[in-house]
């Protein structure tokens, strides 16, 4: 990935989101024989989980692009990341 990060970095981050772990992730189930409704759970789990995400890389963007230093910024989002993540949880995005 650093690679392609040195020669076009808005390439690699959109190589980088590519769903690779979440498309094996449901193939494994299917092969499994995992009731389609389990199946819907789990994506439904990868949106939730997707939403926390989302907000920190924009707040990641948007500190990095401010001039603050990466180790700050990344403690930043990391707790902004945690906050998001318990609140998705509290309001039940979360649930099976």
């Known amino acids: 990935m650093t690679l392609f990060a040195r020669r076009d970095p808005v390439l690699a981050g959109w190589i980088s989101v590519f769903p690779t772990a979440t498309t094996l992730a449901l193939v494994w189930l299917a092969i499994d024989r995992t009731p389609i409704g389990r199946m819907a759970d ?7 989980g997707l939403l926390p995400s989302v907000a920190i890389l924009v707040a990641f963007a948007v500190l990095l692009r401010r001039g603050i230093p ?3 910024s990344a403690v930043t989002v990391f707790a902004l990341w945690v906050a998001l993540t318990l609140a998705v949880r509290h309001f039940g995005l979360f649930q099976t």
């Open 42 to 48: 789990f994506t439904g789990g990868v949106i939730a």
């Open 70 to 72: 990466f180790a700050i």
